[in-house]
């Protein structure tokens, strides 16, 4: 049983478990009280998230006019931070729906914080589009409702129309398979918790689940279709958003490489989010024997990977504009690696492209406090990218009377700090208040009580 | 003869053989507990594969047609608007939100269905077999309708593959 640890298979959890302890290891943190670690970290989160809520509160209120576009530069922070953010949410998706595709099973200690990664991101990604319309009370006009205008309908040929679409179905089905991986672990919640109101509300979310195998039949053939549909579905958002420059005719924008350099992109960018909040997880629940050295060394190959595919992008990007003969084309490219915004040119390149290589050597895969920071890198260097792409692209057009700069104003920085404070409160929260691990599927591949 | 019995078991490999062997005797399988998938149960219960995956198609496909048939009745029937010249019905433009449909009635539909066939609904009694089932507990209900089967058999086979309780339960529970 247990004593056949070979050197093929390490175990996935450490320390021996058995399924009682995973239980008590998992839950228990969830029935005491916070540690101090969780306090601090609420505390600053929630004080970003109060200063983005009144900097969004001041634009509302005053207009669009107190951020730092012009007519030129149209798309800035806002769009910057929405394809930040919903790149952020990929890697989730990938783990918990492409890895369990696989049958990678150590996607386990993670999937769960994943997932909730995801729908988070997603929340904060929505949230951009929304509050740059200027008049978010109407944002329902973007959906296809039967009006008194003549039922005037939206235009379903729009890159952006398709984004709608797109981000809610996305959203949508990350809850969904997010709420479904859950509910057997809710369940366990309920049958252990002395508290009454947690009973009750547990007993409501866990359905009446009672591990029976006809159900199990049923939930795991669910489960698998929605990992199946999830996949697809990852690859098509960030296409689709990558649609919303790659369908228009400027240069820096209107490429075909930009739906797989998008997808590569957000899976890269959303893998270091995964590793930096597992690296935090980990530490504040006291998770170590769960997520291990094996699944931060796992990641970080994950994390080469894409890196290698990201950096392809970028020279191919340049290799195009240069292979086109388009003047215009290799303008954009120029500008963008020695005009006024190269310093967010070269950041991007040393934090996506350099800063991955360092994962190559054990030496830093396994020295966890270079692997959170260089993972913060890669996040800085993600976001750049997507700033890079719209700010470059826009700010010298095709008429040079109309070249602009652009600065971005304190609004949009509270802004862009209040998404960080909504992400990271609503991920503590989760942490408090959830099983960050899934429960279920951690039993399914411990050792104990299988002919190994 | 109507006899129903409840084993609990500590592991995995016990359910599984106990699962196997009551049921090569004879033993009708009401259901196995399980704190999480055990795999190979199915075949141990015989019980047949899942069909959700056609319900999944079916309203995947569903979707999909009629979010198709949507964009092309707005745009080129209900209220048709030029847009840049563009043909009304720009087909090859409507793909993505088709696709997008696809997924969305696919993945929640199916979700819904799951949900409704093994009645989990927030209101739904909670029936727990016995207590532990969530957490490390595997419980084996059977039941005895042969009446030819020698008395105390189940009992034997389900304590030989290490039940550390056997209940027997009234027909009215669960």
Redesign the interface.
């Known amino acids: 049983m247990s004593d056949s640890t070979t050197a093929l298979r390490p175990a996935l959890v450490d320390g021996n478990r058995r399924p009682g302890d995973v239980t008590q290891d998992i839950s228990s943190p969830l029935e005491g009280r916070p540690t101090w670690l969780w306090w601090v970290g609420l505390a600053v989160s929630s004080s970003l998230l109060a200063l983005g809520v009144a900097a969004t509160g001041y634009m509302l209120t005053t207009g669009i006019g107190v951020w730092g576009l012009n007519r030129t530069v149209g798309w800035g922070f806002d769009i910057t931070n929405f394809v930040f953010w919903i790149g952020i949410g990929h890697a989730g998706t990938l783990i918990s729906a492409v890895l369990f595709l696989f049958r990678q099973h150590w996607r386990t200690a993670v999937n769960r914080s994943a997932e909730a990664m995801t729908i988070f991101a997603v929340m904060c990604a929505g949230l951009f589009p929304l509050i740059h319309m200027g008049r978010p009370w109407l944002a329902f006009f973007v959906f296809p409702y039967p009006n008194t205008r003549g039922s005037l309908w939206i235009n379903f040929r729009s890159a952006l129309c398709w984004d709608v679409f797109a981000v809610s179905t996305y959203f949508l089905v990350s809850l969904t398979f997010w709420y479904i991986g859950m509910v057997p672990d809710l369940a366990t919640l309920r049958d252990r918790t002395r508290s009454r109101l947690k009973r009750t509300i547990f007993g409501w979310l866990s359905l009446g689940w009672n591990g029976s195998a006809r159900v199990w039949l049923r939930y795991e053939t669910v489960y698998l279709l929605l990992a199946g549909l999830a996949t697809p579905l990852v690859f098509s958002v960030h296409s689709i958003v990558s649609m919303d420059f790659a369908t228009s005719i400027l240069p820096g924008w209107h490429t075909t490489i930009f739906p797989p350099y998008f997808v590569a992109g957000a899976i890269f960018s959303g893998l270091a989010m995964v590793l930096t909040l597992m690296l935090v997880a980990r530490k504040v629940m006291r998770l170590e024997n769960y997520i291990t050295a094996r699944h931060v060394g796992s990641m970080c190959k994950l994390i080469i990977a894409m890196g290698g595919i990201v950096a392809t992008a970028y020279s191919t990007e340049f290799f195009i504009a240069w292979y086109s003969g388009n003047p215009y084309e290799q303008f954009v490219f120029m500008n963008r690696a020695m005009g006024p915004f190269s310093w967010a040119y070269w950041t991007m390149v040393g934090c996506n492209v350099l800063t991955p290589q360092l994962f190559w050597f054990k030496k830093i895969r396994s020295n966890l406090l270079l692997v959170f920071i260089l993972s913060i890198f890669i996040n800085i260097g993600m976001w750049f990218e997507r700033f890079v792409i719209i700010v470059t692209s826009l700010h010298r057009d095709f008429l040079p009377s109309s070249w602009n700069t652009y600065i971005p104003t304190k609004i949009e920085v509270a802004t862009l700090l209040g998404s960080f404070g909504l992400f990271f409160t609503l991920f503590l929260l989760f942490c408090r208040f959830l099983p960050v691990i899934s429960m279920s599927e951690i039993k399914g591949v411990l050792r104990h009580g299988r002919d190994h | 003869m109507n006899r129903k019995l409840t084993g609990v078991f500590?592991?995995?490999?016990?359910i599984l053989a106990a699962t196997f062997d009551c049921r090569a005797r004879g033993y009708e399988i009401i259901?196995?507990?399980?704190?999480?998938?055990?795999?190979g149960?199915?075949r141990a219960?015989g019980?047949a594969?899942?069909r959700?995956?056609f319900v999944?198609f079916a309203l995947?496909m569903a979707g999909a047609a009629l979010m198709l048939w949507?964009?092309i009745w707005?745009?080129a029937v209900?209220?048709p608007?030029n847009?840049g010249g563009?043909p009304l019905n720009?087909l090859p433009?409507?793909i993505?939100?088709t696709?997008?449909?696809a997924?969305?009635f696919?993945?929640?539909g199916?979700?819904f269905v799951?949900?409704i066939?093994?009645?989990?609904?927030?209101?739904?009694?909670?029936?727990?077999?016995a207590?532990?089932?969530?957490?490390?507990r595997f419980?084996l209900a059977l039941r005895q309708t042969d009446p030819d089967l020698p008395p105390g058999l189940a009992e034997r086979l389900m304590q030989d593959h290490g039940a550390i309780e056997i209940r027997e339960d009234r027909e009215e529970e669960l």
């Open positions: 500590t592991s995995e490999r016990d259901d196995v507990y399980s704190p999480y998938p055990v795999h149960i199915e219960m019980l594969r899942s959700m995956t999944c995947a949507f964009q707005t745009s209900s209220w608007v847009i563009k720009s433009a409507f993505p939100v696709f997008e449909a997924i969305l696919g993945a929640l199916t979700v799951m949900l066939r093994s009645r989990l609904f927030p209101w739904s009694k909670l029936r727990l077999p207590p532990g089932v969530t957490d490390d419980v």
